[in-house]
């Protein structure tokens, strides 16, 4: 079959007026619910209208196919998460360290798990819908953000901020994965949220106070192998 073009992956036009934003949000929320109750492969545009309460037509001014609205789906979601982080690193400019990382690793990781069903579903598919393009492009917003925010930290980093933002951010993906694919993920949120929090903290600590580790070559290391 030919590969769907970009084109066709794309909301057909934005919403303008309040009304027409609710609709769309009411059609993206119904998306999800569809997805989480019968799967991608049972998700139809005209289901998805039903349960949203408007005709197949109305939907079609904002979304051709059902890529389109998974897409979309998916992007809402990524946005959410971004959001959160860009509020709470605003919110923590001029903070200590420790804190902005308490801040951070909390606000994200909320956000993460706040559906974490939903998250899981749309997941799930964004190979099919350009997940990996919308994720590169979210994650560079937060980065920024992360990036304005330890900049503006009371202790001096030693390690570029840049950096730093980068290792972050996959530290958290990796916990949220985790979190995500845990049969029991709402156990053990708080307790990964502590040693996340924990670890965050450290490293920070140790890219402001301990300069002369970042001297350390890993090719030195015992049980370092040139072959990894």
Same mark, same amino acid.
């Given at each position: 079959?030919?590969?769907?073009? @970009?084109?066709?992956? !794309?909301?057909?036009?934005?919403?303008?007026? $309040? &009304?027409? #934003?609710?609709?769309?949000?009411?059609? =993206?929320?119904?998306?999800?619910?569809?997805?989480? @109750?019968?799967?991608? !492969?049972?998700?139809?545009?005209?289901?998805? $209208? &039903?349960? #949203?309460?408007?005709?197949?037509?109305? =939907?079609?001014?904002?979304?051709?196919?059902?890529?389109?609205?998974?897409?979309?789906?998916?992007?809402?979601?990524?946005?959410?998460?971004?959001?959160?982080?860009?509020?709470?690193?605003?919110e923590q400019k001029g903070n200590g360290l420790e804190q902005?990382?308490?801040?951070?690793?909390?606000?994200?990781?909320?956000?993460?798990?706040?559906?974490?069903?939903?998250?899981?579903?749309?997941?799930?598919?964004?190979?099919?819908?350009?997940?990996?393009?919308?994720?590169?492009?979210?994650?560079?917003?937060?980065?920024?953000?992360?990036?304005?925010?330890?900049?503006?930290?009371?202790?001096?980093?030693?390690?570029?901020?840049?950096?730093?933002?980068?290792?972050?951010?996959?530290?958290?993906?990796?916990?949220?994965?985790?979190?995500?694919?845990?049969?029991?993920?709402?156990?053990?949120?708080?307790?990964?949220?502590?040693?996340?929090?924990?670890?965050?903290?450290?490293?920070?600590?140790?890219?402001?106070?301990?300069?002369?580790?970042?001297?350390?070559?890993?090719?030195?290391?015992?049980?370092?192998?040139?072959?990894?």
């Amino acid at each position: 079959m030919p590969r769907r073009s @970009q084109a066709a992956l !794309e909301p057909r036009k934005s919403p303008v007026q $309040a &009304r027409s #934003a609710a609709t769309v949000d009411a059609v =993206l929320e119904a998306t999800i619910q569809v997805l989480l @109750q019968i799967g991608k !492969e049972r998700l139809t545009t005209t289901k998805v $209208a &039903r349960r #949203a309460g408007v005709s197949v037509g109305t =939907l079609y001014q904002y979304f051709p196919n059902k890529s389109a609205l998974l897409k979309a789906a998916l992007k809402r979601h990524m946005d959410e998460v971004a959001g959160a982080i860009k509020r709470v690193c605003h919110e923590q400019k001029g903070n200590g360290l420790e804190q902005m990382a308490t801040a951070l690793m909390t606000a994200f990781l909320a956000a993460k798990m706040r559906d974490a069903k939903a998250s899981v579903a749309l997941y799930a598919v964004s190979s099919d819908i350009d997940g990996a393009k919308i994720s590169q492009a979210m994650g560079a917003e937060s980065n920024r953000a992360v990036v304005g925010m330890l900049k503006t930290a009371r202790e001096q980093l030693t390690t570029d901020p840049e950096l730093v933002a980068s290792m972050l951010q996959g530290v958290m993906a990796g916990v949220s994965r985790r979190l995500l694919e845990s049969p029991a993920s709402e156990k053990q949120f708080d307790a990964l949220l502590r040693e996340l929090i924990f670890l965050a903290c450290t490293y920070l600590n140790a890219c402001s106070t301990r300069a002369s580790v970042r001297d350390v070559n890993p090719r030195a290391a015992p049980g370092y192998s040139a072959s990894r």
